[in-house]
């Protein structure tokens, strides 16, 4: 829309079957995904691509725009004077250059791979989001550029869910960003999360030596165990925006039909859903092991020993049997308002 001057993420969803989008409300096969189409007719016969190769050509996070790598460093400087003089110093540079920030921030350091654009020249139909109908081509990058977790394909119109558990693997668990992200992510979907307990910022680990060759001290299994604990299995509750808070709405003249989406087309939610976030920390099991500091525990290690995987494997095992309680807390709740829900409409 003209009147929108931010740019945001288009999620598109690529399964074994299709591949598509929903603010686009665009889906073909996924077997007919890089041939070219024009006005939703396939101009080409070409074999199908295999999901491996595809993963390779639209997963490519380093195409993402610089402000993406810009926030991934600005979430984990250190909550230290040195950390803050950074912040302090980036935020009165872009208030200083709001163009010349906004003209970097957009800048694509390496550029995504480009593939046939599927919506070529088809038809807009009344009330569906503006997608690519006059661009040849369409542009994918990993969607860990927005956020980490997977969270738009559990929110398609359709997928009534009423529980989510969400593994997070990323480096920077233990940086206390990953709520306000998926936050930011749901609130586009007309949700808000509301943790059900709040739990305060990691402090520091304490060190151990002086000057260059200080270093993190090492913590015992009981202070590891104190240090996490309440933090292997956070409950988010959510809540459904009203309409003021979602902002300028369209609803379908066949409302029964269609959703209600926001003003960048993005489908809002019809009921609220719980969500448990389990983060992989370290655990009092192997109190030496810190997954997000580990070398070979790595994005960027492709190639793991026997002993690395058993590592990570018992770690991670420790850290679900610690979570199970509150999953299943949240599992019992959701249950019974299934059932309330199914003897209210039994009774009427």
């Not at 999620?11 to 006005?39: K, Y």
């Not at 790595?298 to 509150?326: G, M």
Request: aromatic share 8%; charged share 25%; proline share 7%.
């Amino acid at each position: 829309s003209d009147k929108l001057k931010t740019a945001w993420w288009q999620w598109f969803e690529i399964t074994s079957l299709e591949m598509g989008c929903d603010e686009l409300e665009g889906w073909l096969p996924t077997w007919a995904f890089g041939r070219r189409f024009e006005g939703g007719v396939s101009k080409e016969r070409l074999p199908e691509l295999s999901l491996s190769l595809i993963l390779g050509l639209c997963t490519a996070a380093p195409a993402g725009p610089l402000a993406a790598y810009l926030s991934t460093i600005y979430r984990n400087l250190p909550s230290n004077a040195i950390g803050n003089k950074i912040k302090e110093w980036s935020n009165n540079w872009t208030k200083k250059h709001q163009k010349s920030a906004e003209k970097l921030q957009n800048h694509h350091p390496i550029h995504a791979q480009n593939e046939p654009n599927p919506f070529y020249k088809s038809q807009k139909d009344a009330g569906r989001g503006h997608g690519f109908e006059n661009s040849p081509r369409i542009h994918l990058v990993d969607s860990g550029m927005s956020n980490n977790l997977p969270l738009a394909p559990a929110f398609r119109p359709g997928r009534a869910v009423d529980v989510l558990l969400l593994g997070d693997y990323s480096s920077d668990v233990q940086k206390g960003a990953a709520v306000q992200r998926i936050d930011e992510g749901l609130r586009e979907r007309g949700l808000k999360v509301m943790p059900r307990e709040t739990l305060p910022a990691l402090e520091p680990l304490p060190m151990e030596g002086e000057g260059k060759e200080a270093k993190p001290k090492k913590l015992s299994a009981q202070e590891v165990e104190a240090r996490f604990k309440g933090r292997y299995a956070q409950i988010l509750d959510t809540q459904l925006l009203s309409k003021e808070e979602i902002g300028q709405v369209t609803i379908d003249a066949d409302a029964e039909t269609r959703d209600m989406m926001n003003e960048r087309n993005v489908p809002q939610a019809k009921r609220p859903v719980t969500m448990v976030y389990l983060p992989l920390l370290p655990n009092k099991c192997q109190p030496d092991y810190d997954p997000s500091t580990a070398e070979f525990s790595s994005s960027y290690n492709l190639a793991w020993t026997d002993e690395q995987v058993e590592i990570i494997r018992r770690t991670s095992k420790a850290n679900t049997v610690d979570a199970l309680a509150n999953i299943r807390t949240v599992v019992r709740e959701a249950y019974e308002r299934r059932k309330a829900e199914r003897l209210g409409k039994s009774a009427a």
